[in-house]
T-cell receptor, first 115, second 118 residues
Framework: DVKVTQSSRYLVKRTGEKVFLECVQDMDHENMFWYRQDPGLGLRLIYFSYDVKMKEKGDIPEGYSVSREKKERFSLILESASTNQTSMYLC??????????????FGPGTRLLVL | AQKITQTQPGMFVQEKEAVTLDCTYDTSDPSYGLFWYKQPSSGEMIFLIYQGSYDQQNATEGRYSLNFQKARKSANLVISASQLGDSAMYFCAMREDALNTGFQKLVFGTGTRLLVSP
């Protein structure tokens, strides 16, 4: 079974702090994704990566950066956390390629509260 | 512009009855894929079912089936014989550019919360 793990289920940070959210997958997937989930807005893509050291902006990259130094690990960084970044953050991974029925596999999510 | 629309913020169904969750989409790409995911209160997204734009038949996976109407651009999820454990958020998602990139990016709808009552 694919396993995607996230470093924390719940996190409380102060405004202005630097925040690291870590994600690890064990299925040798090339693609990894970071989403944020807010009520009424669904999941929105922040960043994704298709290879080590490669990254692409998603729909809402402002205020975030990412790092992928190893294939299995994808980190989301909030350089200076703000209250409007309070949200649920979901990491996902998938195979790279054009095969049609390729699903993304998700981690359990991190609920971040910025005070 | 939003490309996946789920118009039902919440749905109620009694145990053992069937329920349909609506999803409409918008794309100009002839090749696309449609996914449904379930999110229980634990938070993890669980893949349920997939429909490809060129698939001739509606997808089925156990109690889940997808009512795919290409001309109407709708991909409704049908859950038969609802169970209490089906209570969760359900998200419809679409993948575009299937033939052009390997990124497998998904665009999600806003979700429908399903509550199954005894």
């Amino acid at each position: 079974d694919v396993k995607v793990t996230q470093s924390s289920r719940y996190l409380v940070k102060r405004t202005g702090e630097k925040v690291f959210l870590e994600c690890v997958q064990d299925m040798d997937h090339e693609n990894m994704f970071w989403y944020r989930q807010d009520p009424g807005l669904g999941l929105r893509l922040i960043y994704f990566s298709y290879d080590v050291k490669m990254k692409e902006k998603g729909d809402i990259p402002e205020g975030y950066s990412v790092s992928r130094e190893k294939k299995e690990r994808f980190s989301l960084i909030l350089e200076s956390a703000s209250t409007n970044q309070t949200s649920m953050y979901l990491c996902a991974s998938s195979l790279y390629g054009t095969a049609p029925r390729v699903s993304q596999y998700f981690g359990p999510g991190t609920r971040l509260l910025v005070l | 512009a939003q490309k996946i629309t789920q118009t039902q913020p919440g749905m109620f169904v009694q145990e053992k009855e069937a329920v349909t969750l609506d999803c409409t989409y918008d794309t100009s790409d002839p090749s696309y894929g449609l996914f449904w995911y379930k999110q229980p209160s634990s938070g993890e997204m669980i893949f349920l079912i997939y429909q490809g734009s060129y698939d001739q038949q509606n997808a089925t996976e156990g109690r889940y089936s997808l009512n795919f109407q290409k001309a109407r651009k709708s991909a409704n999820l049908v859950i038969s014989a609802s169970q209490l454990g089906d209570s969760a958020m359900y998200f419809c998602a679409m993948r575009e550019d299937a033939l052009n990139t390997g990124f497998q990016k998904l665009v999600f709808g806003t979700g429908t919360r399903l509550l199954v009552s005894p």
